[in-house]
Structures are given as structure tokens and as C-alpha cells.
């Protein structure tokens, strides 16, 4: 158990056929390979395929979720990225509005949407959220994604 609590899990081989399009903004490379390497690790855990599209940086995350929407039919989405208070002057608004934009398209279009966009104080802490072998953020956001995607699925039957 982490700080957020107990963690979600997916049965194994339960999005067999399932396919996903992560989405990852790499500002800090390191950071972004961390949270993809969980993502990846929970999708495929779980059965699903993933295909990534790799965007400057957190702001760019909306815009390329909202393309994909109009390019193809995934399953679902995983936006990932990090934005580090001091390294940007315009730290809060960064993260406001990338976060405010991803719901507005998970909810105004009903988007299996996992967001594992870290906001953090410092390399540190977001190295310790992003590694799959500590907190698991990226692996978080996968979770959720795959979530939604069998509730929706569900619900459409």
C-alpha cells in the first residue's frame, strides 16, 4: 500500500483484444521512460496492446489525445508526462489546464482516459512516483484506463 492507498488491480488476461494509445510527454526523459515502462507493464500484465506517440511535453498531451480521437478507435488512453515546480514559471498553469483539458475530453467524449501526469516539487519525487519498482504512476494510469475501458464496454453490451 502506497500513500493513495491500496493499489487497483487488473486480472491478468482480462483486455485481451483490448488495444491502447499512450501518449507521452517527454520534458524529462527519464521521468517519461519510467512512467512508460509501468504503463506498459500493466497493460500487457493485463493482455492489452499499446501503440505510443511521444509529444514535447505536458502541454501537448490534450491535443494529441484529441487527434488520436478523430484519427483512430482505441480502446482506450494513457496521457503521461511531468511538470516540476521552478523549472517553469508557469508551473500551475501547466498542470491546471493540461489536467483540466484531458477530463474535459474523457468525460465530454466518454474516453477510457488514464492520466499519470506527475506535478511535483523536484527530480527527485518524481523519479520516486514515476519507477515502476516504487510508486508506479504510469502504471497507475494504465490501471485506470483499463478500468474504464471494461466499464464501457460493459455498459455498451
Do not use: W
Not at 34 to 49: K, P
Not at 86 to 100: E, I, N
Amino acid at each position: 500500500m502506497d500513500s493513495y492507498g491500496a493499489r487497483f488491480e487488473i486480472e491478468p488476461g482480462s483486455a485481451d483484444g483490448y488495444h491502447f494509445l499512450i501518449v507521452e510527454g517527454r520534458s524529462y526523459p527519464e521521468i517519461a521512460d519510467a512512467l512508460h515502462r509501468g504503463a506498459v507493464a500493466a497493460l500487457e500484465a493485463a493482455g492489452a496492446t499499446h501503440e505510443t506517440i511521444l509529444v514535447p511535453s505536458a502541454l501537448e498531451l490534450p491535443a494529441a489525445v484529441a487527434m488520436a480521437l478523430d484519427a483512430r478507435d482505441f480502446d482506450g488512453y494513457i496521457a503521461l508526462g511531468c511538470v516540476i515546480r521552478g523549472h517553469s514559471g508557469h508551473y500551475d498553469a501547466v498542470v491546471t489546464q493540461s489536467v483540466r483539458a484531458l477530463i474535459d475530453l474523457s468525460v465530454g467524449d466518454a474516453v477510457p482516459l488514464g492520466v499519470g501526469l506527475l506535478a511535483v516539487e523536484n527530480e527527485g519525487q518524481a523519479l520516486a512516483r514515476a519507477r515502476p519498482e516504487d510508486q508506479d504512476r504510469g502504471g497507475d494510469a494504465a490501471r485506470a484506463a483499463l478500468a474504464l475501458a471494461a466499464i464501457k464496454a460493459k455498459l455498451n453490451d
